[in-house]
């Protein structure tokens, strides 16, 4: 159950909202954004992706059914703050370990509820990604307000190193983590125990854990790397392909990773997902910009250029890639977001290279993209 202390959300503009804090007493500021998912809250926590982001949940209330080891995306909640329209004070699921107030105080992270949550989406739809401060704590609206104008802003800064691994390790090696997706009599058998499997390296910006899962699942051994590892290390390694994973900031602050990944992907198969779609973008030598508000949710609707499927996604993303710049140097694009046109994919017309801006492992949201990880599998089988 919340606690019933106040807590303030005050936006750079000098807009504040007051409600209930929950989680833990502090002070913090970051970008606001919105997301549209009715569940996952856990995985949306746990994402990397969300580090330097208070985030609010449009769905008027999370934490009916609680929180569990298994859900999971990383080692703990990585966003700034989280707000809320109503939090349940009961969990009713018999999968459910803990509550998400006693979760954020685990983890050193406020929350806020009372709000209104349609009236912050709006206001964010409508004057684009604000900077704002979430205080659990005595604070005054004026010193709330200059906290959220301190706000260092996403653009600009490298957010990765935050999140990324120290060091290299192999993931999953018993198949522990793939073991729920088998199911003996059914097709839910790993692929990977039917054919031969393929040894990747996987750079992580702040990947989801799922995205690894998905990985084993259809037929790759993943190591998994530092985002500052060098492209020697991974030509050291000599692995059958590349994968790049998602991660939070500004795709164009992680210059060292564009240099890699620019050597790296004219000797192999190259995956890319999110911010790794993104860095393969800088790394061909096009741009990447910010979008109003980005995309975050479980229903944003992306159509294949080249076959005209629909796909309903998963999305969590600030910027996007330029589409003219892309198709300058080489890529085609090769999927679009059908609300406002962006980029939604690419692939290299010359080079054994795609990605995707969107979540084909999801968690949460729809499974409509995991043939791409099959489509990768192929990729590297056929090299």
Not at 4 to 10: M, N
Not at 39 to 68: F, H
Not at 151 to 168: A, C, I, N, R
Request: include cysteine; proline fraction near 5%; charge should be negative.
């Amino acid at each position: 159950m919340a606690d019933t202390k106040q807590a303030i959300l005050a936006f750079e503009d000098g807009t504040v909202f007051r409600g209930s804090g929950f989680g833990a007493s502090k002070t913090v500021s970051g970008e606001a954004a919105f997301n549209t998912s009715m569940t996952g809250y856990q995985e949306i926590l746990t994402d990397p992706s969300y580090s330097g982001q208070v985030l609010t949940m449009t769905t008027p209330q999370i934490g009916n059914y609680g929180v569990n080891a298994s859900d999971m995306e990383s080692d703990g909640v990585k966003l700034h703050g989280f707000v809320v329209r109503a939090l349940s004070p009961i969990t009713s699921s018999w999968r459910s370990e803990k509550s998400v107030c006693d979760f954020l105080k685990e983890f050193d992270i406020p929350g806020i509820e009372g709000v209104d949550t349609r009236a912050i989406t709006k206001k964010l739809r409508e004057s684009g990604a604000m900077k704002v401060c979430l205080s659990t704590e005595k604070i005054s609206e004026a010193d709330a307000i200059l906290e959220a104008k301190k706000f260092e802003g996403l653009e600009g800064h490298d957010y990765v190193q935050k999140v990324t691994v120290k060091e290299s390790y192999d993931w999953d090696v018993n198949h522990k983590e793939t073991a729920p997706f088998a199911v003996p009599g059914t097709e839910l058998i790993p692929p990977s125990h039917k054919r031969k499997e393929f040894q990747i390296a996987a750079i992580d910006f702040g990947a989801k854990l799922s995205i690894y899962r998905k990985l084993r699942y259809h037929g790759f051994k993943v190591k998994v790397f530092p985002a500052s590892v060098s492209a020697d290390e991974i030509k050291e390694f000599n692995p059958s392909g590349l994968f790049l994973s998602n991660g939070p900031g500004d795709p164009s602050a992680v210059k060292y990773a564009h240099e890699t990944v620019r050597e790296l992907m004219q000797h192999y198969p190259t995956f890319g997902i999110c911010l790794g779609h993104q860095i393969i973008t800088h790394a061909l030598g096009a741009k990447t910009f910010k979008l109003k508000f980005g995309h975050r949710g479980g229903n944003q609707p992306v159509k294949n250029l080249e076959t005209g499927q629909v796909l309903i996604t998963s999305q969590n993303h600030g910027f996007a890639s330029t589409q003219e710049e892309l198709e300058r140097v080489g890529a085609l694009v090769t999927e679009i977001n059908l609300n406002d046109q962006t980029v939604e994919g690419l692939r290299h017309k010359e080079l054994p290279v795609f990605s995707v801006q969107y979540h084909p492992e999801a968690a949460p949201g729809p499974n409509d993209a995991d043939c791409y990880f099959k489509s990768f599998y192929d990729l590297v089988a056929a090299q």
